[in-house]
């Protein structure tokens, strides 16, 4: 065997990259040893991430959000992360000023916003489902019959329908309706009112409350009450049911006037299986997506590509869909 003589290059190379509102990334090489006969050498390098990443924006993606920053600190423990809920409005306006590093954006972005310097890549899929309170006086009939989009509109866009019996249509029950929305500015309502037959938000009528506990917890107490909630917040993601209180009015999408199978979810992995294989309509399911005031570079740079590699891995336990790989591919090159 001819035999090679090693040469050892050794490189140390120190990268700052310090961004307004940004963590800070430094990347050392080790070295790497280099053949003289000719053939190519692997490069490899072994990077030490340090500082911190501020995020703030959409409950619906808080949860997943937190989880990420624990795997990525496993990795890097130099990093620290300083991650709040507040709606995905709140987001936005926080990384427009520069006061946080990443966003959590749970609706599509605006053209004014990108014009205002928001870059934006997506994450990951979730959806969000109507909730009713497990002791509505027609809950039977509604799980047998389901509810068309066209009620769900005159519900929550017209206010035409006002009564649970206008819903079923047994004019005998006149039990009222109480309708919830959100008060903060949600990419869950936002997908809600795009669903019904609105352009935005402001389209739904109801009493607003604000954050998504606050709706679950209204519909928890309220017999009459009807709302709207995210698949990882309506569902226990440690026994997979729905949170007690509460139940999925099936819609009804093909218009038949019956609940098919295809449309009843009481556990997690039914609701998860209808978004992930597009039976659920969109909206409202939907695309989380993370935005920057530019292109992210350094340390936010890093975290968000291994959210888009690694960190997919960590999605469907939190209830989340995780990206198809030609979508990963595309919010990759976006980066590029």
């Known amino acids: 065997m001819r035999k090679q003589s090693l040469t050892w290059l050794s490189v140390v190379l120190v990268l700052a990259v310090t961004l307004s509102a940004c963590g800070t990334a430094t990347l050392e090489a080790t070295a790497v040893p280099q053949s003289d006969a000719g053939t190519s050498s692997e490069t490899t390098q072994d990077e030490q991430l340090s500082g911190t990443i501020s995020v703030s924006g959409a409950f619906a993606l808080y949860p997943m959000m937190t989880v990420w920053a624990e795997e990525f600190t496993k990795l890097h423990p130099d990093v620290q992360f300083d991650v709040q809920g507040g ?16 966003g959590m954006i749970s609706r599509s972005i605006k053209d004014e916003e990108t014009a205002q310097g928001i870059f934006w890549v997506s994450v990951t899929k979730d959806a969000v489902f109507p909730i009713i309170n497990a002791e509505n006086p027609v809950a039977a009939q509604i799980l047998e019959k389901g509810i068309s989009q066209e009620i769900f509109g005159k519900i929550y866009i017209t206010g035409e329908i006002t009564t649970w019996g206008e819903v079923i249509g047994d004019p005998t029950i006149t039990d009222e309706i109480h309708v919830f929305t959100r008060s903060d500015a949600s990419g869950a309502a936002d997908q809600w009112a795009r669903y019904t037959g609105g352009e935005a938000q402001e389209d739904l009528k109801g009493v607003g409350v604000n954050g998504e506990p606050a709706i679950l917890g209204e519909v928890i107490k309220d017999p009459f009450a009807i709302g709207y909630g995210n698949l990882n917040s309506i ?43 597009g039976t659920y309509p969109s909206p409202p399911a939907r695309f989380e997506n993370l935005a920057t005031l530019g292109k992210p570079e350094g340390l936010t740079l890093a975290f968000i590509e291994w959210i888009l590699t690694d960190g997919q891995q960590y999605l469907e336990a939190a209830g989340f869909v995780p990206l198809t790989p030609e979508q990963q591919a595309e919010s990759l090159e976006k980066l590029k």
Do not use: W
Request: no cysteine; aromatic share 6%.
């Open 87 to 102: 709606g995905a409005g709140k987001g936005m306006t926080d990384t427009i000023a520069g006061a946080v590093d990443i």
């Open 235 to 277: 569902f226990d993601l440690s026994s997979g049911t729905l949170v007690p209180g509460v139940i999925i009015p099936p819609i009804d999408i093909d218009n038949n006037g019956k609940a098919d199978a295809i449309e009843i979810y009481t556990v997690k992995e039914d609701a998860f299986g209808a978004v992930a294989n």
